[in-house]
Antibody, heavy 119, light 112 residues
Framework: EVQLLESGGGLEQPGGSLRLSCAAS????????MSWVRQAPRKGLEWVSV????????HYADSVKGRFTISRDNSKNTLYLQMNSLRAEDTAKYYC????????????WGQGTMVTVSS | DIVITQTPLSLSVTPGQPASISCRSS???????????LYWYLQKPGQPPQPLIY???NRFSGVPNRFSGSGSGTDFTLRISRVEAEDAGVYYC?????????FGQGTRVEIK
C-alpha cells in the first residue's frame, strides 16, 4: 500500500525550530519529486516547498524562504522539512505529498502533522 | 506570482443535479511544452485532500467519470454531472506552471 506518514509536529515557541519527517512506503521514493503543503486552521491550502527526486533542486514559497529547508534521504525513503525562526502564522497542519509528474500532480497525500507556534 | 481565483466560494447542490466551479488564473497556464498545468483537488471533511483532475481535463486514477474538467489559458471549470452525497467538501484548483505553486481559495460544496 502506498503510504506517507508524517511526524515531528507539536507546540513550539515563536523563534523556535522543528523538523518534520515523512516516511514513504509502497512506491519507489527516489523516483518522485516530493512537496510539503500546509493548511492553517479553518483556512485553505498553501503550497510550501518542493524537492526534486534526487534532492538537488528545491523551491520555496516566499512566506517560508530563508527559514525552512526541505531535504530528503532516498536511502531511508524519508522527506524532511526543517523549520527555523517559527512564527505564529506558521501554525498549520503540514501535509507530505507525492508528485506523480514533477509538475504538481499530487496523487498521494499523508494525513498531516500539526504544528502550533505559540508562547 | 500567479494568483488563482475560484468562484463561487460556496455552493449548495441537490443530489442528482449538476454543479460547476470556476477557476481563473492571473496568467496563462499554458506551458511552452504544450501542456496546461491546472489541477483540481477535493478535501472531504476531516481528511487530507485527494486528487481529482490533472492538466485541466484528465481524471486521476479512480476518480468517477461524473467529474470533468475543461478550459484553457486562464479560465477553467470543474463540472460534476450529477452530484452525490459523497461529493461534499472543499474543492481547490492549483497551478504548477512555475514557482511558487498556488491554490485557489477553495469552493465549499454542500449537499442539500
Amino acid at each position: 500500500e502506498v503510504q506517507l506518514l508524517e511526524s515531528g509536529g507539536g507546540l513550539e515557541q515563536p523563534g523556535g525550530s522543528l523538523r518534520l519527517s515523512c516516511a514513504a512506503s509502497g512506491f519507489t521514493f527516489s523516483s518522485y519529486s516530493m512537496s510539503w503543503v500546509r493548511q492553517a486552521p479553518r483556512k485553505g491550502l498553501e503550497w510550501v516547498s518542493v524537492v526534486s527526486s534526487s534532492g538537488d533542486t528545491t523551491h520555496y514559497a516566499d512566506s517560508v524562504k530563508g527559514r525552512f529547508t526541505i531535504s530528503r534521504d532516498n536511502s531511508k525513503n524519508t522527506l524532511y522539512l526543517q523549520m527555523n525562526s517559527l512564527r505564529a502564522e506558521d501554525t498549520a497542519k503540514y501535509y507530505c505529498v507525492k508528485d506523480a509528474s514533477g509538475w504538481g500532480a499530487f496523487d498521494i497525500w499523508g494525513q498531516g502533522t500539526m504544528v502550533t507556534v505559540s508562547s | 506570482d500567479i494568483v488563482i481565483t475560484q468562484t463561487p466560494l460556496s455552493l449548495s447542490v441537490t443530489p442528482g443535479q449538476p454543479a460547476s466551479i470556476s477557476c481563473r488564473s492571473s496568467q496563462s497556464l499554458l506551458h511552452t511544452d504544450g501542456k496546461t498545468y491546472l489541477y483540481w483537488y477535493l478535501q472531504k471533511p476531516g481528511q487530507p485532500p485527494q486528487p481529482l483532475i490533472y492538466e485541466v481535463s484528465n481524471r486521476f486514477s479512480g476518480v468517477p467519470n461524473r467529474f470533468s474538467g475543461s478550459g484553457s489559458g486562464t479560465d477553467f471549470t470543474l463540472r460534476i454531472s450529477r452530484v452525490e452525497a459523497e461529493d461534499a467538501g472543499v474543492y481547490y484548483c492549483m497551478h504548477s506552471i512555475l514557482f511558487p505553486r498556488a491554490f485557489g481559495q477553495g469552493t465549499r460544496v454542500e449537499i442539500k
